[in-house]
């Protein structure tokens, strides 16, 4: 399936995407419920076929825990900054994974709107990462089960205030959980279409410009590695969110080092599963609806 939440009519609504157009599902809202209970999935008879300007997209799930995050999972991302972590993050490559979360209130939909946070950060910057929704929850997961707990896949951008980042300790928390910086979507594909994670192109640009682009096959830890080592002791939930790291290109290892401006464009893009479009505006507080919109095709 390819599932959408949206709203129509003043509801929240989830549907599956059929081409360019979304049939809404029957009486479920959060995809939490449809992890719960698969056969709910069944169309609503009374429901016709809508189109994307039709809708409002909402953010895909939202999550009921904090999102949660990997630090240096591509070789050439954590190369591009050496020298720049100003003593944040290790020299040399870890061999396990680091892990870090988003607060809940980051998230945001695919064509949303997104705050600049200008009175407070001058260094917000785009990493673009594909985003593993588990299904069946467990602790201690073994490795070569772990893809038999995910739900599906989606897209999202760990959108992070480099500046408070390093300013907050030496931990990430407070400079990745700004709220609207974790746009999510617009499309789930659950893992009976997508059945290998290791091999997607995947994308960021801004005002049109390419600025990060690798495979998901570059991963340093697999999806399924990063499902085994985070349940090691620690229960994982049905519809926990895992951002599983970026590629190079972000725009503090850039020389010279570029930070997102009032008024510019980010697009994500992960091959089969669809693209994020976030307009960032100094004028915002919170995310905001758009009216632009997002492409439901996954070429
Ligand atoms: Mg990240």
Redesign the pocket.
């Known amino acids: 399936m390819k599932l959408i939440a949206f709203e129509y009519q003043q509801r929240r609504r989830l549907g599956l995407v059929e081409n360019d157009r979304i049939r809404p599902l029957l009486g479920v809202s959060e995809l939490q419920e449809l992890i719960a209970l698969p056969e709910r999935a069944i169309p609503d008879p009374q429901a016709s076929l809508l189109s994307l300007e039709q809708v409002r997209v909402l953010p895909v799930i939202n999550p009921r825990r904090n999102v949660m995050?990997?630090?240096w999972n591509y070789r050439k991302h954590f190369d591009e900054s050496i020298g720049k972590r100003e003593g944040q993050g290790p020299e040399t490559l870890p061999e396990i994974p680091t892990f870090f979360s988003k607060a809940t209130g980051t998230v945001a939909a695919a064509s949303d709107d997104l705050p600049l946070h200008a009175g407070l950060t001058s260094k917000l910057d785009w990493?673009v990462?594909l985003a593993v929704v588990i299904g069946r929850g467990g602790r201690d997961i073994d490795e070569a089960d772990a893809l038999s707990h995910v739900y599906g896949y989606t897209v999202a951008n760990?959108i992070?205030a480099r500046d408070l980042q390093r300013a907050h300790g030496a931990q990430w928390f407070k400079g990745?959980s700004l709220d609207g910086t974790c746009p999510l979507g617009p499309v789930l594909v659950t893992v009976d279409q997508l059945h290998d994670p290791q091999a997607l192109t995947i994308e960021c640009r801004v005002n049109g410009q390419v600025m990060q682009r690798d495979t998901t096959a570059n991963q340093i830890f697999s999806v399924a590695r990063l499902i085994a080592e985070l349940s090691r002791g620690m229960t994982l939930e049905p519809g926990d969110v895992i951002?599983t790291?970026?590629p190079d290109g972000i725009g503090a290892a850039r020389e010279p080092a570029l930070f997102l401006a009032d008024g510019d464009l980010i697009e994500s893009r992960i091959q089969g599963i669809g693209s994020l479009s976030n307009l960032v505006l100094a004028s915002l507080s919170a995310a905001t609806p758009s009216n632009r919109l997002v492409s439901l095709s996954c070429e």
Do not use: A, H, I, P
Request: some cysteine; hydrophobic content about 20%; proline content about 0%.
């Open positions: 995050c990997v630090g990493e990462e760990d992070s990745k951002l790291g970026t």
